[in-house]
């Protein structure tokens, strides 16, 4: 399943993509996720855990970059994992490319996901919007993460809150009603002429 999300943070390419080199700090900022270790040739270990519905999930696995492009600010990662209760299994290669957005950077992840067992029983919409809304919460605490880091402050306290499965799936849920909103009602609107 392909997924696309993108967002900005407001500081310069260079910056950013400085930040993105910094494994440990990117997998701070994304909710539910834990680097546990790093593994040497840029591989890493670690465990991701999301709510979707009533089921909570938990993967542990290895995350290996293929590509670093620096001079085209883009990044290919591969990561795959197993639910630590027998669930299931997730496989994906997300590629992010940093562009100049004015004063700050947009950020664009393409995702290739995979997923088998409970997590595969989700409609794509509801993957979708659950990892639209995490992206969301990882852009964000990307952006205060990088102001830190600028000021010169201490970022130990700056990690991820946990995945909340409440509030990931009450926005989910928001996403697929205007989803839905979108595709049957905009059409019948009048026409204004």
């Known amino acids: 399943m392909q997924i696309s999300n993108e967002f900005e943070v407001g500081q310069p390419v260079d910056k950013v993509w400085e930040f993105f080199d910094d494994i440990p700090g990117v997998a701070a900022c994304l909710p539910g996720a834990e680097m546990t ?4 040739d840029d591989t890493y270990g670690g465990t991701v855990g999301v709510r979707m ?11 290996r970059i293929l590509e670093r492009d620096d001079a085209a600010k883009r990044m290919v990662i591969d990561a795959s994992g197993s639910d630590l209760k027998g669930r299931g299994q ?3 290669t ?9 004063s700050g950077t947009r ?5 290739d996901l995979q997923l088998s067992g409970a997590a595969a029983q989700y409609g794509r919409g509801m993957i979708a919007d659950v990892t639209a809304v995490l992206m969301k919460q990882f852009a964000d605490n990307a952006q205060r993460r990088i102001d830190a880091l600028e000021r010169g402050e201490s970022v130990d306290a700056l990690t ?4 909340s499965g409440l509030a990931i799936g009450m926005q989910a849920a928001r996403m697929a009603l205007m989803r839905v909103f979108r595709r049957f009602f905009l059409p019948y609107q009048p026409n204004p002429s």
Request: proline share 8%; glycine share 12%; aromatic share 2%.
């Open 37 to 40: 270790e790093d593994l040497g």
């Open 90 to 92: 997730a496989a994906m």
């Open 107 to 111: 950020v664009r992840m393409e995702q």
């Open 53 to 63: 519905g009533p089921v909570k999930l938990e993967f542990a696995g290895k995350a």
């Open 94 to 102: 997300v590629t992010a490319a940093l562009t100049p957005a004015g």
């Open 160 to 163: 991820a809150k946990p995945a």
